[in-house]
């Protein structure tokens, strides 16, 4: 059942309730005060009707010391007939038995039962479909005490009771359908945000994950489409990052397949032919190469990768370096390429770091350029301490990287000039390892290359103030040793 | 004799080809640039037979050096390390013949090379092998002009020999290419048949065992 129908359906049962006994109190109510005012007349007239009869009893000549009974039914027809308003009475004698009846009194006598002397009573009864109040006192006349009963009719107040149930029932309903119609706008008013909230879901389970509810009242049902907006747009960011990790991971296998083929091709082919031809010693010794180097690439790229997995992994060992002995380190291993021309220039500094990894990734950017340059082409290392960091920069000479291509040259197995790199051995993967090396770090690489001038790739580590760091890392360590003594 | 167009970037791969279809008798040129193949082809119109041809290619990539071919009706064959089938359908619907994913067997490269010049009618249609001449059309077999009756399964198996002339052929490769079956090490049945046709032919010296591999046929051209 609908949120919506259900609320409709409580409402309607609760207002039908509640209008049916606040009816039928407020309509008995009423009848019972009309009906009380008819008693209380009644009894007014049954007081003013016996002190007429005692009045005319006694105005009436006596004989034989007492009051006849034809007396009686003469004063009593008197009394009937002298208002005009058609009274109904009955007198009876003593022993109970009737004197006088109007027309058409023909009540039982059970009333009688209950009245005696000083004793008034009445009661209401129902004769031939109409109401009456019926009453009853005693009369003392001369020396007799006769019975008075008197009939006042109340229909009228009974049937304006049935009248006031009909109306009320009628205005109920009236009530009731008017509600319906009203509560049922109020009601889908109400549930508007759960309805957008459910069709944002449905959108969103269908995969339309950039879909948002709209916020339509600032209630609580307000807040929740906000949070589920929110939550979508966090989940949407999730969905995004998590379907480019996956394009980024199908791009690298898709070029890992295809870098792992092309030498395999070679390896295979050349093999094939050197286990089913006889070859002459020049073609022998070609295939055999061809084998070996190719061989070797499948080397270097294994090697590459296993860097990159394993710097991934993030298992570097950080520690205070002063990039002196990075930047002697470089020197000592460029030193023997005598084929272009090194200078260094750099700061002193201290840097936090993982020495070794630093190291791989200057030796491959200036193994970078070193490939992109000529003969005795000028590379140029240096370091720069500035604003608390320090800056590594290669420049080369070279050739250049074309613009379109610079965002790209940090991919896996991506090559600017393929062939080129590949007869210098390449695998496409410095690049991509130097970025993973430097993400380790919090750092990243910056490329700037024109091409036909050349290209500088630099990056930056944070400088640390070696004494200060070094006092609050053995602060650090005193306590967590502490805690672990404790 | 057939002129092939071998375009792959990879110089190992270019001479792999070379020495294999050179040795089954074909000319080859080699280029391992896109834009370069289009200058060579452009140069040379109607002198390329056939043209192997990669997708990664620096200079203009094997897409484009299609696109360029296709108008000049010159047979292409593509060999990629591309495997997926999005790739595969991607190259046939531009328009090449065949499509060969790296890394490849010779003996596969040379039978897709064959298979696509008899399509374009462009092979020899008599296979010499001595003083064995092989009608590949009428099915017919001659040795020093007399005819010679061959089975259907001989005639293919004969046809796989003179078509790698010299070559060691492996059994597994034999059985699979003449019985298109999978080869389950049964070799009783690929014997008897070479050593049908070794009495047919006389070839007794000609289709040698060679150890642990399977036949060879030696002819000196």
Same mark, same amino acid.
């Given at each position: 059942?609908?949120?919506?129908?259900?609320?409709?359906?409580?409402?309607?049962?609760?207002?039908?309730?509640?209008?049916?006994?606040?009816? #039928?109190? #407020?309509?008995?109510?009423?009848?019972?005060?009309?009906?009380?005012?008819?008693?209380?007349? @009644?009894?007014?007239?049954?007081?003013? $009707?016996?002190?007429?009869?005692?009045?005319?009893?006694?105005?009436?000549?006596?004989?034989?010391?007492?009051?006849?009974?034809?007396?009686?039914?003469?004063?009593?027809?008197? $009394?009937?007939?002298?208002?005009?308003?058609?009274?109904?009475?009955?007198?009876?004698?003593?022993?109970?038995?009737?004197?006088? @009846?109007?027309?058409?009194?023909?009540?039982?006598?059970?009333?009688?039962?209950?009245?005696?002397?000083?004793?008034?009573?009445?009661?209401?009864?129902?004769?031939?479909?109409?109401?009456?109040?019926?009453?009853?006192?005693?009369?003392?006349?001369?020396?007799?005490?006769?019975?008075?009963?008197?009939?006042?009719?109340?229909?009228?107040?009974?049937?304006?009771?049935?009248?006031?149930?009909?109306?009320?029932?009628?205005?109920?309903?009236?009530?009731?359908?008017?509600?319906?119609?009203?509560?049922?706008?109020?009601?889908?008013?109400?549930?508007?945000?759960?309805?957008? $909230?459910?069709?944002?879901?449905?959108?969103?389970?269908?995969?339309?994950?950039?879909?948002?509810?709209?916020?339509?009242?600032?209630?609580?049902?307000?807040?929740?489409?906000?949070?589920?907006?929110?939550?979508?747009?966090?989940?949407?960011?999730?969905?995004?990052?998590?379907?480019?990790?996956?394009?980024?991971?199908?791009?690298?296998?898709?070029?890992?397949?295809?870098?792992?083929?092309?030498?395999?091709?070679?390896?295979?082919?050349? @093999?094939?032919?050197?286990?089913?031809?006889?070859?002459?010693?020049?073609?022998?010794?070609?295939?055999?190469?061809?084998?070996?180097?190719?061989?070797?690439?499948?080397?270097?790229?294994?090697?590459?990768?296993?860097?990159?997995?394993?710097?991934?992994?993030?298992?570097?060992? #950080?520690?205070?370096?002063?990039?002196?002995?990075?930047?002697?380190?470089?020197?000592?291993?460029?030193?023997?390429?005598?084929?272009?021309? #090194?200078?260094?220039?750099?700061?002193?500094?201290?840097?936090?770091?993982?020495?070794?990894?630093?190291?791989?990734?200057?030796?491959?950017?200036?193994?970078?350029?070193?490939?992109?340059?000529?003969?005795?082409?000028?590379?140029?290392?240096?370091?720069?301490?500035?604003?608390?960091?320090?800056?590594?920069?290669?420049?080369?000479?070279?050739?250049?990287?074309?613009?379109?291509?610079? @965002?790209?040259?940090?991919?896996?197995?991506?090559?600017?000039?393929?062939?080129?790199?590949?007869?210098?051995?390449?695998?496409?993967?410095? $690049?991509?390892?130097?970025?993973?090396?430097?993400?380790?770090?919090?750092?990243?690489?910056?490329?700037?290359?024109?091409?036909?001038?050349?290209?500088?790739?630099?990056?930056?580590?944070?400088?640390?103030?070696?004494?200060?760091?070094?006092?609050?890392?053995?602060?650090?360590?005193?306590?967590?040793?502490?805690?672990?003594?404790? | 004799?057939?002129?092939?167009?071998?375009?792959?970037?990879?110089?190992?791969?270019?001479?792999?080809?070379?020495?294999?279809?050179? +040795?089954?008798?074909?000319?080859?040129?080699?280029?391992?640039?896109?834009?370069?193949?289009?200058?060579?082809?452009?140069?040379?119109?109607?002198?390329?037979?056939?043209?192997?041809?990669?997708?990664?290619?620096?200079?203009?990539?094997?897409?484009?050096?299609?696109?360029?071919?296709?108008?000049?009706?010159?047979?292409?064959?593509?060999?990629?390390?591309?495997?997926?089938?999005?790739?595969?359908?991607?190259?046939?619907?531009?328009?090449?013949?065949?499509?060969?994913?790296?890394?490849?067997?010779?003996?596969?490269?040379?039978?897709?090379?064959?298979?696509?010049?008899?399509?374009?009618?462009?092979?020899?249609?008599?296979?010499? +092998?001595?003083?064995?001449?092989?009608?590949?059309?009428?099915?017919?077999?001659?040795? +020093?002009?007399?005819?010679?009756?061959?089975?259907?399964?001989?005639?293919?198996?004969?046809?796989?020999?003179?078509?790698?002339?010299?070559?060691?052929?492996?059994?597994?490769?034999?059985?699979?290419?003449?019985?298109?079956?999978?080869?389950?090490?049964?070799?009783?049945?690929?014997?008897?048949?070479?050593?049908?046709?070794?009495?047919?032919?006389?070839?007794?010296?000609?289709?040698?065992?060679?150890?642990?591999?399977?036949?060879?046929?030696?002819?000196?051209?």
């Amino acid at each position: 059942m609908k949120f919506s129908f259900k609320l409709l359906l409580w409402t309607m049962i609760v207002m039908a309730i509640s209008l049916g006994f606040s009816g #039928f109190y #407020f309509v008995n109510y009423v009848f019972e005060t009309s009906l009380e005012r008819e008693i209380g007349q @009644a009894a007014d007239e049954n007081s003013i $009707l016996r002190f007429a009869f005692e009045t005319a009893a006694l105005n009436v000549p006596v004989k034989y010391g007492m009051l006849q009974d034809d007396t009686v039914e003469q004063v009593a027809s008197n $009394l009937e007939g002298a208002q005009d308003v058609g009274r109904l009475l009955r007198i009876s004698d003593e022993e109970k038995n009737i004197l006088y @009846a109007s027309d058409g009194f023909e009540a039982d006598e059970a009333l009688l039962a209950q009245t005696g002397e000083s004793i008034k009573a009445y009661r209401v009864i129902n004769m031939d479909g109409k109401y009456y109040i019926n009453t009853g006192s005693t009369v003392n006349a001369l020396d007799r005490m006769l019975y008075l009963e008197t009939l006042k009719d109340v229909s009228e107040v009974f049937s304006e009771r049935t009248t006031g149930f009909k109306v009320y029932r009628r205005m109920t309903i009236l009530m009731l359908v008017v509600g319906v119609v009203i509560m049922h706008i109020i009601s889908s008013w109400l549930t508007k945000p759960i309805k957008l $909230l459910t069709k944002a879901t449905r959108r969103m389970e269908a995969g339309d994950y950039s879909y948002r509810a709209k916020k339509v009242s600032d209630d609580e049902l307000g807040q929740l489409t906000r949070d589920f907006n929110r939550m979508a747009a966090a989940l949407e960011d999730n969905i995004n990052m998590l379907e480019e990790e996956i394009q980024a991971r199908e791009d690298f296998v898709g070029a890992f397949a295809h870098e792992l083929k092309t030498p395999l091709t070679s390896i295979i082919g050349y @093999a094939d032919m050197l286990r089913s031809r006889k070859l002459d010693e020049e073609k022998s010794i070609m295939s055999a190469n061809y084998i070996f180097t190719e061989g070797k690439r499948l080397e270097t790229m294994s090697l590459r990768l296993l860097d990159i997995i394993v710097t991934r992994r993030g298992e570097a060992k #950080f520690q205070y370096t002063a990039v002196g002995s990075i930047f002697e380190y470089i020197r000592d291993t460029f030193s023997e390429k005598g084929n272009f021309r #090194f200078e260094y220039n750099y700061d002193d500094g201290v840097v936090w770091a993982e020495a070794d990894l630093i190291k791989t990734v200057l030796v491959n950017l200036i193994d970078n350029a070193c490939k992109a340059s000529e003969q005795d082409g000028l590379i140029e290392v240096s370091g720069q301490a500035n604003d608390g960091y320090y800056y590594f920069t290669v420049r080369d000479h070279g050739e250049g990287i074309p613009y379109e291509e610079q @965002a790209k040259i940090t991919q896996a197995f991506y090559m600017v000039d393929k062939s080129r790199s590949r007869s210098r051995n390449g695998a496409g993967l410095g $690049l991509a390892l130097c970025a993973e090396i430097l993400s380790l770090h919090e750092s990243a690489l910056e490329i700037d290359s024109e091409p036909g001038v050349g290209t500088s790739m630099s990056f930056a580590l944070t400088l640390t103030d070696e004494r200060k760091e070094a006092q609050e890392y053995e602060e650090d360590k005193e306590v967590k040793e502490g805690e672990t003594d404790n | 004799m057939i002129k092939i167009l071998i375009v792959d970037d990879e110089k190992p791969i270019c001479d792999l080809i070379d020495l294999n279809l050179s +040795a089954a008798g074909y000319e080859c040129t080699s280029v391992q640039d896109g834009m370069k193949a289009i200058e060579l082809i452009d140069k040379e119109k109607d002198e390329f037979d056939l043209i192997l041809l990669d997708i990664m290619l620096p200079g203009a990539d094997g897409y484009d050096v299609m696109d360029y071919i296709r108008p000049l009706g010159i047979p292409v064959i593509f060999i990629t390390a591309k495997h997926e089938v999005k790739d595969r359908v991607k190259g046939l619907k531009l328009g090449a013949d065949d499509y060969l994913v790296k890394p490849f067997e010779i003996v596969e490269l040379i039978a897709r090379v064959e298979a696509v010049l008899r399509r374009y009618n462009k092979t020899e249609k008599l296979l010499r +092998a001595g003083d064995v001449v092989i009608d590949v059309e009428a099915r017919r077999v001659t040795k +020093a002009g007399k005819p010679i009756v061959l089975t259907n399964k001989e005639f293919r198996l004969l046809r796989l020999f003179v078509e790698n002339k010299n070559v060691a052929l492996f059994r597994e490769k034999l059985y699979e290419k003449v019985w298109e079956e999978e080869y389950f090490g049964d070799s009783r049945t690929l014997d008897l048949h070479v050593q049908r046709l070794r009495r047919k032919l006389g070839w007794e010296q000609n289709l040698v065992a060679v150890y642990k591999v399977g036949y060879r046929l030696e002819v000196t051209e």
